[in-house]
């Protein structure tokens, strides 16, 4: 796990040499008062039975190879907080969906055959002090039975403290999902459904999308 870590740093860097930090990770100030935790969800069969070999922030490229996953590039970026609405570092952020084709990284997935092999599926982040996390992944897209949406795991000491969804804002599909609709407070769906926003100044169509998740825990003593 060090090993990858040190790689998640660095590519933290690289991502930030672009200039993306302070666009995607300024957020306003929040007051504990205002904070909706971030309502747990399914984990659903398809977290990966077998992870890839890159698991880092950038989902588009595996390894050193050249050619891109297809779909909707996105900067999908937020923070994690406590109760209080502090920032929460040194935390896990994994991320794990389908690609373009409604395929996940995973033996049982559904459209195996038509899998985008250079889709990475996966990706973890290590939060730093202000609580961040940065992912380049895909739009999500909808596959039978489901409306788009990207999984979310947070650990802390390697314990799953969270398990949640995120959802596009106003996607129809979002109406006629079951586990969407079982979260019968408004607020703790507005919590989990964000926008999938152009990227200011993108030249290739980028989108960006911000989903900070709100963690039912205190800062430490």
């Known amino acids: 796990m060090n ?9 933290r860097h690289f991502l930030r040499g672009l200039g993306l930090g302070a666009a995607l990770f300024t957020i306003p100030g929040a007051f504990a008062e ?20 890159d698991t880092d922030n950038d989902l588009l490229i595996l390894n050193d190879t050249i050619t891109p996953a297809l779909g909707e590039i ?9 109760s209080r609405g502090q920032p929460m ?13 409604g395929a996940y990284l995973h033996t049982k997935t559904g459209n195996a055959d038509k899998r ?15 609580g961040e996390y940065l992912f380049r992944t895909i739009k999500p ?26 959802y596009i804002k106003g996607h129809p599909g979002n109406e006629k999902d079951n586990i969407w609709k079982n979260l019968k407070d408004e607020k703790a ?20 999308a911000r989903f900070d998740l709100v963690m039912g825990l205190t800062p430490e003593a």
């Open 74 to 82: 996105t900067w999908l970026s937020g923070r994690i907080l406590d």
């Open 116 to 130: 985008d092999k250079n889709f990475q599926g996966f990706g973890r982040f290590l939060t730093g002090s202000t």
């Open 141 to 166: 897209v909808p596959y039978p039975g489901r409306a788009p949406h990207i999984h979310f795991a947070v650990k802390m000491k390697g314990k799953k403290e969270l398990i949640t969804q995120c």
């Open 189 to 208: 769906r507005n919590a989990v459904t964000v926008a999938f926003d152009p990227l200011k100044g993108s030249r290739i169509g980028e989108l960006a």
């Open 89 to 101: 570092r040194n935390t896990l952020v994994e991320i794990w969906q389908c690609d373009h084709n």
């Open 3 to 11: 090993e990858q870590l040190f790689l998640l740093q660095n590519r």
């Open 34 to 53: 205002e904070l909706v935790r971030t309502p747990p969800q399914t984990e659903g069969p398809f977290y990966p039975d077998k992870l890839p070999l």
